[in-house]
């Protein structure tokens, strides 16, 4: 790990939130991912696994975390699995978790080699009656490489196929959703790193540099603070902006141009995600300004909106309709396409087609309930956007929020967004 330690109280108290959650006579396993192999004997860095890392700070491979709070013997109630360090792993691969180690990260007591799981789980196992299993359940994820939990789950129903199964997943997100206090100021932490990477690029941004140079801008600024890209990089000058998942990046920037930054960066695991939208050479031109400026409304007012109690869906067809005035007042929309609108087919759609925002956390599309209303401790994005591929520009924007009782917070209330304030930047 790169970052500062973070106090294991965290995953302890994670843990303890999960445990209230299973039912009587229960044990509860999460994998560590899998190291994804590219091609020939070459391999992916590893990605921690979100859930394990939740609940216990570990991001080392091949790790196991088995919860039972109900077994009889006190030592089994929760054990970490580790690879067991050896010569061989040290000349090649170097430092791995010692078990004091792996207790002073996590807090928990009982940590063994992972020799042991087969006797002990099955030892386990055979006591208690419920098994909760990990999965992916994002729905959006499109999976068809089988992860470490999924080839655990399928062993383990081979094995014991008596036992009663549930989905641990449902539990996770339910916890995971909810911010405490330490796992905010990580994400302010992620995001005050992001706001430094994008201070550097109004520095350096001008024409003839090409997307690729901003990248390369951002990723020192990033690595020399301890972090990483939170998610591939969007930089994308002119038209590309229009592209909503654009990260080819192989473009110059060109004067009178804009230039769509969704660039952040993940500290700790915790990622931030901002979009900024900048003009190449140092000032918007008026009808970019005037673009930009609706989109900004839309968002602060977006950002007001976000309270305990919505439902995500009242919160995105609020921001359409904010959307369609400001489209219509651009003269993008006709009145007549706005009385025309569906339900599904609001007139906004045309130039603002994606979601208005998305749970943000361990993972940048983070796990949460979409269906249930806003409650205390989500950190949220808020992205509203106009794309304009017949004018050859399109703006976004994006700010992280967490919801408190008091109202929305805005954890990117420093990075600058005024067009006055990035044009002044721009010029220094
Ligand atoms: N950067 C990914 C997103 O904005 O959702
Ligand atoms: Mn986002
Ligand atoms: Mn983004």
Redesign the pocket.
């Known amino acids: 790990m790169r970052h500062a330690p973070i106090d294991s109280k965290l995953f302890i108290e994670n843990r303890e939130r999960l445990k209230k959650l299973l039912l009587p006579k229960s044990l509860a396993i999460v994998n560590a991912n899998d190291v994804l192999p590219t091609n020939a004997d070459g391999s992916l860095p590893l990605h921690p696994n979100s859930d394990l890392f939740h609940l216990t700070g570990i991001e080392q491979e091949e790790s196991i975390l088995l919860l039972a709070p109900d077994a009889h013997e006190p030592k089994h109630r929760e054990i970490l699995f580790l690879r067991e360090p050896n010569e061989h792993l040290k000349i090649w691969e170097g430092h791995k978790h010692s078990k004091d180690e792996a207790t002073k990260i996590s807090g928990i007591k009982q940590v063994k080699w992972l020799a042991e799981f087969p006797v002990l789980f099955r030892q386990i196992m055979c006591e208690l009656e419920h098994v909760y299993l990990n999965s992916n359940e994002h729905k959006r994820a499109v999976v068809e490489v089988e992860t470490r939990d999924a080839r655990f789950a399928r062993e383990c129903q081979a094995k014991f196929p008596l036992h009663t199964y549930h989905r641990l997943a449902r539990l996770l997100h339910q916890i995971r959703v909810v911010k405490s206090d330490t796992e905010i100021a990580l994400l302010q932490q992620a995001v005050d790193i992001t706001e430094q990477g994008f201070r550097r690029l109004l520095k350096f941004v001008k024409p003839g540099v090409m997307e690729y140079e901003v990248e390369a801008e951002l990723i020192h600024e990033f690595v020399r603070n301890r972090a990483k890209f939170a998610y591939n990089p969007i930089i994308a000058s002119g038209a590309n902006a229009c592209v909503l998942h654009y990260n080819q990046n192989n473009q110059p920037c060109r004067k009178g141009d804009l230039l769509l930054l969704?660039v952040a960066a993940s500290y700790a695991n915790y990622n931030a995600?901002l979009?900024r939208t900048i003009p190449v050479s140092g000032r918007f031109t008026r009808r970019q300004k005037a673009v930009y400026n609706a989109v900004l409304r839309v968002m602060r007012a977006s950002i007001k909106g976000a309270t305990v109690g919505k439902l995500a869906r009242d919160w995105l067809k609020e921001s359409q309709a904010m959307m369609n005035e400001e489209l219509l007042a651009l003269g993008l929309l006709k009145k007549s396409d706005i009385k025309q609108q569906t339900e599904d087919e609001p007139a906004c759609r045309k130039y603002f087609m994606h979601g208005l925002?998305?749970p943000?956390g361990l993972d940048?599309?983070d796990v949460g309930f979409t269906t249930e209303p806003f409650a205390p401790g989500w950190v949220l994005?808020v992205?509203p956007g106009i794309y304009l591929p017949k004018e050859g520009f399109g703006v976004r924007l994006?700010n992280d929020i967490v919801v408190t009782p008091n109202g929305p917070v805005d954890l990117m209330a420093g990075t600058p967004v005024e067009v006055g304030e990035i044009e002044d930047l721009m010029a220094r």
Do not use: F, S
Request: charged share 35%.
């Open positions: 969704d995600d979009t925002g998305h943000l940048v599309h994005t992205e994006e």
